[in-house]
């Protein structure tokens, strides 16, 4: 069952994390409760709290914590040494921040009230904003930490700990943080927990990860918002300009039409293509949990490789003129939207900004004007398969739940794991507990009961199989 | 000068209207702190309020008016007998309500606080929302009337009086009632005060109107909000199929591309174009006022004619997804728009919305829905050219301006003059005193203080004109 330890038995530690549950639980319940929300400039008190309460716990449990300022949210960075010195030194990381709660008027239960509720599974979920993004996620790694320290006294490998607050804002302090700080902040590879399971029995690994480029781009036309009728069939509508250009970032095939667009992306190989359709993953049942049927992409691929290996340009919000009740013929002098584009393989974040900058001031009109507005930008990752710690850490899993852990691609980005590798030479090894139906971003998420508890255990079985050498 | 009275003499009328001009602009002030917004139910009240004071306003110079209470916002009644037996019978129509202030931070003053400033031109402005439009109008009249009954006890013609409540919010309550009160509200000709005039110096009478249909589309795709790591690529975005849509509207020449939109929409007469042509207006001029330089609709057509005599499909309003600070990698479960069309000619708004929603349903995807919400419409207008009211009107008009009244067209809707017709069978004729940089329906709405005041003047002399025969 276990793996040789580095002399501190890993049997005791698992029944200390479950004798500890219900305490942990009420420990995450506090984290959940602080609204740190770090896209909204209102919620920076929330941030910083949450980030002084995380280094409260991890002063509690041995580590040598601070809050660390930025010109943002700040981080909080925590040492601890690990019991054997040739065990690997470790460095995980977590955010603490998450994702607005709007529309409110869709949350069943209060966003930040977690509660336990049974799911219509019949499973125990912890509801509430951030409890699978990331907050939830991040416990895990912390509450096994606490039961090595309080059955042995110490953690089996050295342990640096960075926790953010601004992943979901684009992480604008990341970068100049890990440049300021590579030297303290350097380990053999990090522990990134912010990912799924294939499904609820089922960990996962996740090797490849698409990265992310996010713009605002806004319109402007007349000086003032117009009245339809005297002006309406001459003067120019940012929303028709603005439409025309995100209806022609895809042809009918759904692909992405911005020049260039596709430099840097290699066909998946055929043996990965046929592992993943092994799965039996279908259409109907991706998208059938969310009130969908039809793959709306690029055509001819399957929705695991569209959503693991291929990039998209999504527009993930829209407004323009008036939008209130009632109704009111303007035209609006001004019309934005912000544009995502998921990269995978060798695609250049900044060649794809640029060319899709591009892509849009061809298309405004002469007497028009367009401004874009950057929100982050980070290349794809893929993981080398062959490593031997993802081999220790994909055991390490098996051991822990019913079924074998498997090796996958992801949808979402962590750019942080782009970070680590160009700017501390380190790869990420990126286990999570989410489930694809935690509702992440969305109204009424939730964090399977299961997860919190086998996700602690998990991260304690990986620690002594990395410690085992 | 003045022509030839059916008893009332016109030119002591006229002087107490220059003597009542500071009084008249306190009165107009009062109406316009009133925040009347039809569209938004929470200003109710002030609409109600807006009501009861111009009844008070009218039973003051002798009108046996109420408040008429509707569904929606109460409409305002009131009867005076004329002078003479034969003098016409006219109904004045005008309305009290204005449109939402938003964004009300690009305001320089406050939009519910009336003052007197002085224009870029150095011209006297009354600024405040609903000044141009159409408050500030509709108390031409009424203090052309106070000036009648102040000098001669009586009005020259039978008057009735309807202000509407509910112009700006699509006027739902506007046909039932003149349906259940046509016997009342039958005259000989309307008299519609809600238009522009050519220019500063220049009144105009117009005789064409653009119809108006408005719809809003909600498109549905996945039961959430999605997050566009996961899903991006293979779920549906209901902003991608909107903007499909919306760009599919008008092709690369500006035409409306719905099926059978052309249809009852005549060439414009060939001497009628050359008459527009010679009014010197150009689309640098036409345009340059508002920041902008070329025409956007229908190619190979002048700024007039584009603005008078053709049909049009605008979006007023788009909103879906995130769109507050920040960036959030969100793929909607759902985006909607505004979008209204201008009718001329024969043009059927109910064709019009059944072809246009044809059109939208097409194009929605089998696992997504779209729904429709109806926001108003009215056929365009065509007023005879000949009439002698009309000549009458332009007459009157030409003795109180500097330069001699207009026939023109008109861009907007004003669907009470369709109602008039097809109800009650009256012609309107459509005289107004705004002017082209009023800003109604945006930011910094005003009106000038010259049509305020010459603006009770035509009307005296417009009264005059009709009463003798």
């Given at each position: 069952m276990s793996s040789a330890t580095a002399g501190l038995a890993l049997d005791p530690v698992l029944k200390?994390?479950?004798?500890?549950?219900?305490?942990?639980?009420?420990?995450?319940?506090?984290?959940?409760?602080?609204?740190?929300?770090?896209?909204?400039?209102?919620?920076?008190?929330?941030?910083?709290?949450?980030?002084?309460?995380?280094?409260?716990?991890?002063?509690?449990?041995?580590?040598?914590?601070?809050?660390?300022?930025?010109?943002?949210?700040?981080?909080?960075v925590a040492h601890h040494e690990g019991a054997a010195a040739d065990a690997p030194h470790v460095l995980f990381y977590g955010h603490y921040d998450v994702q607005p709660v709007d529309p409110i008027e869709l949350w069943d239960t209060e966003p930040f009230q977690p509660a336990i509720k049974t799911g219509p599974d019949g499973a125990k979920i912890i509801t509430g904003r951030g409890t699978a993004d990331d907050k939830g996620q991040l416990m895990?790694?912390?509450?096994?930490?606490?039961?090595?320290?309080?059955?042995?006294?110490?953690?089996?490998?050295?342990?640096?700990?960075?926790?953010?607050?601004e992943e979901e804002s684009g992480s604008p302090s990341l970068k100049p943080f890990l440049d300021a700080n590579s030297e303290e902040l350097k380990a053999d590879f990090a522990l990134v927990c912010d990912t799924s399971m294939w499904d609820a029995?089922?960990?996962?690994?996740?090797?490849?990860?698409?990265?992310?480029?996010?713009?605002?781009?806004?319109?402007?036309?007349?000086?003032?918002?117009?009245?339809?009728?005297?002006?309406?069939?001459?003067?120019?509508?940012?929303?028709?300009?603005?439409?025309?250009?995100?209806?022609?970032?895809?042809?009918?095939?759904?692909k992405v039409t911005i020049p260039n667009f596709y430099e840097g992306v290699d066909e998946t190989p055929k043996e990965i293509l046929e592992q993943w359709e092994n799965l039996g993953q279908t259409a109907e049942k991706f998208l059938g949990e969310i009130g969908l049927a039809l793959p709306s992409g690029e055509k001819g691929?399957?929705?695991?490789?569209?959503?693991?290996?291929?990039?998209?340009?999504?527009?993930?919000?829209?407004?323009?003129?008036?939008?209130?009740?009632?109704?009111?013929?303007?035209?609006?002098?001004?019309?934005?939207?912000?544009?995502?584009?998921?990269?995978?393989?060798?695609q250049d974040p900044a060649a794809i900004r640029e060319n899709f900058r591009e892509f849009v001031r061809s298309r405004i009109p002469a007497d028009c004007t367009v401004s874009f507005h950057e929100h982050g930008g980070s290349p794809g990752i893929q993981l080398p398969y062959d490593s031997t710690v993802l081999q220790k850490a994909k055991d390490a899993l098996s051991d822990e739940w019913p079924n074998p852990?498997?090796?996958?691609?992801?949808?979402?980005?962590?750019?942080?794991?782009?970070?680590?590798?160009?700017?501390?030479?380190?790869?990420?090894?990126?286990?999570?507990?989410?489930?694809?139906?935690d509702r992440i971003h969305s109204p009424n998420e939730k964090y399977a009961l299961k997860s919190y508890h086998k996700g602690q255990r998990s991260w304690a079985r990986i620690l002594d199989a990395l410690a085992a050498g």
């Open positions: 200390r994390i479950d004798e500890n549950l219900t305490d942990s639980l009420k420990r995450v319940f506090e984290l959940v409760r602080m609204p740190s929300i770090s896209t909204d400039p209102g919620y920076a008190a929330d941030c910083r709290k949450a980030a002084e309460w995380l280094v409260a716990q991890l002063k509690g449990i041995g580590f040598d914590a601070s809050v660390r300022d930025t010109p943002g949210h700040p981080m909080v895990t790694f912390v509450e096994a930490c606490r039961a090595y320290k309080e059955i042995h006294g110490g953690l089996p490998c050295k342990v640096t700990i960075l926790f953010e607050g029995n089922t960990p996962a690994i996740s090797t490849g990860l698409r990265g992310l480029v996010g713009e605002e781009i806004t319109i402007q036309a007349a000086d003032r918002d117009l009245h339809s009728g005297y002006f309406g069939g001459a003067a120019a509508n940012p929303i028709h300009i603005l439409s025309k250009i995100l209806a022609d970032m895809h042809d009918a095939d759904g691929r399957s929705v695991l490789e569209l959503t693991w290996a291929r990039p998209t340009a999504e527009v993930n919000g829209i407004i323009g003129g008036y939008t209130g009740e009632g109704f009111k013929t303007v035209i609006a002098a001004k019309a934005s939207a912000k544009v995502s584009f998921r990269l995978v393989g060798k852990a498997l090796m996958i691609g992801m949808g979402g980005s962590i750019p942080v794991v782009g970070d680590f590798q160009t700017m501390l030479g380190m790869d990420s090894v990126l286990v999570g507990f989410g489930l694809a139906d």
